[in-house]
Structures are given as structure tokens and as C-alpha cells.
């Protein structure tokens, strides 16, 4: 069975911090997907970054980036010089890949608020 | 980019009363739409999935009869909660993926409270 942990449920720093977000995962499936996507006060599921299990290369988006390593089973996020607007719950999900249905199994989110 | 309206935003209805909600793909089809429900302060889970034109798959513990599940065209989905109670209320959001495609996108979800 696939399973999600994020271990931190709510985090809080000062703004300018960096700060990184745990998730750990299991499957079975040689092939699968990782996501991390915002969730904002309203409610709606912003779309942060896809990464496939074979590409292992980090990523860098502006002040986010994704630490991916199959040898632990961990997909970390790290926002560096966190801003207010960074504030929100971030889910980290697994997809598998050779079924190809993009159902999506979520950790349990951790609520990341950055206060001024 | 891909688009997923889902409608309405929010609705409050009586308990014992149904509630419809859609989700639409407006740009692309969509074989294949997923619902997820979140209770406050959890998780995403799944709740079914829906293919087009057949039966959708249930999840392990979320009752068929009560989330009635429709998907007769390759752009629309609608989740009943039929005879809806106060434990029905909850953020529901689907998610659809286009036609080969490997990426499913997201709608704004519903906010659903039963009084």
C-alpha cells in the first residue's frame, strides 16, 4: 500500500527564514510520481511541482526547492526567505505511474504560517 | 493550462436534503475524474474514482448509495450527497486527468455544510 508522512503538522517562523517540510513516502511501485501542492485559506489545491520517480535531480523554482532522495523515501520542500504569503497548508501526494490513473494518495499536510 | 471548474464554490442545504456538485474540464477531456473529501484541519482522501461512461470505483468505506457519482460526458462529473447530514459537511474537491495524459489537475473544490 502506498502511504504518505508528513511528520511536522504545523510549523511557524519568522519571516526571511528558511524553512523545509518533511515528507517520507512508501510504495511498492518502481515507477511513481511525487507532488507538493499549496493549500491557501480558500481552499483550493495549488499545483508546486511533479517529479518523477526516475529523475532524482533536485529542483530549484525561484525560493522553493525539492530535495529528492530514493535512498531514504523522502521528497523535502524548502522554502528559503519565507514570506507571509508563503503561509498556507502544503500536502505532499504519491501517484503511481504504471496505472496511469493520477489517483493521488496525500500526506497529512503541514501548516506552515510565517509571521512578519 | 489545463482548467477544472468545479461549482458551486460553497453551498449550505438542510439536512435530509441532496446536493449536486460538478466538476467540469473546461479546456480538455477528461476520462478519468477523482473525488477527494477533506475534513477540517485533515487530510485529502479519496473518495471515488469516475470513469466516463461506466460505473465509478468507490474507496473502501465511503458508501455508494450516498455519494452518487455520474460521469456521462468526457467534460462533466457530478458527486450527489444524497439525504445530506450535518457529518456530510466537509471541502469536497475533484480532480481530472485529460486523455493520455499523465497530469491531473485540480478544482476549486466545494464547500459543503449541512445545518
Known amino acids: 500500500a502506498q502511504k504518505v508522512t508528513q511528520a511536522q503538522t504545523e510549523i511557524s517562523v519568522v519571516e526571511k527564514e528558511d524553512v523545509t517540510l518533511d515528507c517520507v513516502y512508501e510504495?511498492?511501485?518502481?515507477?511513481?510520481?511525487l507532488f507538493w501542492y499549496k493549500q491557501p485559506p480558500s481552499g483550493e489545491l495549488v499545483f508546486l511541482i511533479r517529479?518523477?520517480?526516475?529523475?532524482?535531480q533536485n529542483e530549484i523554482s525561484g525560493r522553493y526547492s525539492w530535495n529528492f532522495q530514493k535512498s531514504t523515501s523522502s521528497f523535502n520542500f524548502t522554502i528559503t526567505a519565507s514570506q507571509v504569503v508563503d503561509s498556507a497548508v502544503y500536502f505532499c501526494?504519491?501517484?503511481?505511474?504504471?496505472?496511469?490513473?493520477?489517483?493521488?494518495?496525500f500526506g497529512q499536510g503541514t501548516r506552515l504560517t510565517i509571521n512578519p | 493550462g489545463a482548467v477544472v471548474s468545479q461549482h458551486p464554490s460553497w453551498v449550505i442545504c438542510k439536512s435530509g436534503t441532496s446536493v449536486k456538485i460538478e466538476c467540469r474540464s473546461l479546456d480538455f477531456q477528461a476520462t478519468t475524474m477523482f473525488w477527494y473529501r477533506q475534513f477540517p484541519k485533515q487530510s485529502l482522501m479519496l473518495m471515488a474514482t469516475?470513469?466516463?461512461?461506466?460505473?465509478?470505483?468507490?474507496e473502501q468505506g465511503v458508501e455508494k448509495d450516498k455519494f452518487l457519482i455520474n460521469h456521462a460526458s468526457l467534460t462533466l462529473s457530478t458527486l450527489t450527497v444524497t439525504s445530506a447530514h450535518p457529518e456530510d459537511s466537509s471541502f469536497y474537491i475533484c480532480?481530472?486527468?485529460?486523455?493520455?495524459?499523465?497530469?491531473?489537475?485540480f478544482g476549486q473544490g466545494t464547500r459543503l455544510t449541512v445545518v
Open positions: 480532480s481530472a486527468r485529460d486523455l493520455g495524459g499523465a497530469e491531473a489537475f
Open positions: 469516475s470513469n466516463e461512461g461506466s460505473k465509478a470505483t468507490y
Open positions: 517529479r518523477n520517480s526516475f529523475d532524482e
Open positions: 510504495t511498492r511501485d518502481t515507477t511513481y510520481y
Open positions: 501526494a504519491l501517484s503511481d505511474h504504471v496505472k496511469g490513473a493520477q489517483k493521488l494518495v
